[in-house]
C-alpha cells in the first residue's frame, strides 16, 4: 500500500481555472504537508497542518488554501490559476517520535498551466 | 533553522563509496542533522538523521564531526540507482505544525559506470 498518494499525478489546465490536488496518508501520522517545487527544482515548504494547526509560508499566495476533513487528508486548492503556478506539487506527512521525526512524500503532482 | 552549505554536484563510481559533505556551522544544540535524497521525478525520501553520535542503517551512514559543525553521509558501495539530488537538513525535534524541512539546493550526486 502506498503511504502517502497524491490524484492526480499530472493536471493541464487553463489559466484562470480552480483545481484542487487530493492527498491521503494511510500512516496514521498526524502533521502533514505541502511543498512546491519549481522549474530550478527548489523545494519549497507551503503549508504544515497538525491538529487543526496550520502553518502558512507567508510567501504563499491566498490562492491556495488546504483543506483537511480529517487526519487523514489534507488537499490543495488553487483557486485562479495562473502561469507561475506551473510546479510540482508534493504532499508529505511525518509523526514525532522519541524527539525525531522521518517525513514520507508523494510522488508528487506535475501542475502546468496552460 | 540553521542553514547547509553543500557542493552543488559530485560524481562517484559505481561500487566505490560515496561522501557527500555538508557544512552546518550555525547548528544548536537541540537540532538535528537529516538526509534526504530525491530521485528523478520522485518524492524526496528520508535517508538518516542524528543529534551527535555517528549512526549507521541499511541505506547509509552518518558521520558527525564533535562540534557538530559539519557532517558526511557515506553512500558506502553506490550503484547507479543511488544517483539522486541529496539534501542535507538541520532542524529542531518537537510536534507541531510548525516542525517543518527547509530545503536548501543539496548535492547532485552521479554514479558512473
Known amino acids: 500500500d502506498t503511504a502517502v498518494s497524491q490524484t492526480p499525478k499530472y493536471l493541464v489546465t487553463q489559466m484562470g481555472n480552480d483545481k484542487s490536488i487530493k492527498c491521503e496518508q494511510n500512516l496514521g501520522h498526524d502533521t502533514m504537508y505541502w511543498y512546491k517545487q519549481d522549474s530550478k527544482k527548489f523545494l519549497k515548504i507551503m503549508f504544515s497542518y497538525n491538529n487543526k494547526e496550520l502553518i502558512i509560508n507567508e510567501t504563499v499566495p491566498n490562492r491556495f488554501s488546504p483543506k483537511s476533513p480529517d487526519k487523514a487528508h489534507l488537499n490543495l486548492h488553487i483557486n485562479s490559476l495562473e502561469l507561475g503556478d506551473s510546479a510540482v506539487y508534493f504532499c508529505a506527512s511525518s509523526q514525532e517520535r522519541g524527539g525525531t521525526t522521518e517525513a514520507f512524500f508523494g510522488q508528487g503532482t506535475r501542475l502546468t498551466v496552460v | 533553522d540553521a542553514k547547509t552549505t553543500q557542493p552543488p554536484s559530485m560524481d562517484c563510481a559505481e561500487g566505490r563509496a560515496a561522501n557527500l559533505p555538508c557544512n552546518h556551522s550555525t547548528i544548536s544544540g537541540n537540532e538535528y542533522v537529516y538526509w534526504y535524497r530525491q530521485i528523478h521525478s520522485q518524492g524526496p525520501q528520508y535517508i538518516i538523521h542524528g543529534l551527535k553520535n555517528n549512526e549507521t542503517n541499511e541505506m547509509a551512514s552518518l558521520i558527525i564531526t564533535e562540534d557538530r559543525k559539519s557532517s558526511t553521509l557515506i553512500l558506502p558501495h553506490a550503484t547507479l540507482r543511488d544517483t539522486a539530488v541529496y539534501y542535507c537538513?538541520?532542524?529542531?525535534?518537537?510536534?507541531?505544525?510548525?516542525?517543518?524541512?527547509?530545503f536548501g539546493g543539496g548535492t547532485r550526486l552521479m554514479v558512473k559506470p
Open positions: 537538513i538541520v532542524r529542531v525535534a518537537g510536534p507541531g505544525a510548525g516542525n517543518m524541512l527547509t
